[in-house]
């Protein structure tokens, strides 16, 4: 496979759409399958985002107060479900550290604990930074996330190494994500909402009190691919009917999973 692969991009390409056209020649060929394409159109796309493009903005960041009690901690850890949570003082601009949730285990096991002294230091990126430095970054450091701060030094949202990656290999799901064994429609941490591509359009209009025709269509995934006239890429982003839908997860076939919300001034789900 990799001597028919080596063959084909004997020439150098001129540009990165000549690669990418070569790429998708080799995918037609069966050089490789739709998700190693997926995989390598995402690490080029990742060299050209940068970090305001994937964090987690100031307002829907999950912070832990440095003058919290243990026990209100706790149970916002056990709540929020991350690994790990920005840590701070007078607000959201003033991150003193970061906390990891498995150094909580102590309350548990009877030890002293002591917030400031269980803080990790935080690492300061500002928006412009490009995705793949930072992912390297990343990888030496050792950290899984880091505080992103905008132009004036306030904090902008925050940014973790499972942003970055699944901008390479797709939504990386883990215990606590949308299952894609379990509903087709699911809210997240951040109040916005998680669609299989495949939820059929009478199931997504009665959630989102819609309206979309089920006559030339049958999911989600092919309404927007009726209305692009193409199939969408991976986070690029649709607005139809005052809801905003991100491609979250797709291949050079077709599209997984979706990020839904409102636009603003319209009414929530069920509302």
Known sequence: MLERLSALLTREPEDREELLHLLHAAHDRN?????????????????????????????????????DSVEDITRFAIGAAHSRFPVVGEGKDDVLGVLLAKDLLRVFAGESFNLREMLRPAVFVPESKRLNVLLRDFRVSRNHMAIVVD????????????DVLE??????????????????????????????????????NEAFGCEFSDSEYD?????????????????????????????????????HSLLVERLPDTDTVGG
């Open 167 to 204: 901008q390479i290999v797709g939504d990386i799901e883990d215990e606590y994500d949308f299952d894609e064994t379990a509903d087709n429609i699911r809210i997240d941490q951040a109040g916005r909402y998680r669609v299989k591509a495949g939820t059929e359009i009478e199931d997504f």
């Open 31 to 67: 050089l490789f399958d739709a998700d190693a394409l997926a995989i390598i159109e995402g690490a080029l796309q990742v060299s050209e985002m940068q970090v305001r493009d994937v964090m987690i903005p100031r307002a829907q960041m999950d912070v832990v107060n440095l003058a």
């Open 219 to 255: 999911t989600v995934g092919g309404l927007l691919i009726r209305k692009l006239g193409r199939l969408p890429k991976r986070n690029e982003v649709v607005e139809l009917e005052g809801l905003r839908f991100q491609v979250l997860r797709a291949d050079s076939r077709r599209i």
């Open 151 to 162: 132009e004036y030094g306030g904090v902008a949202g925050l940014v973790t190494i499972e």
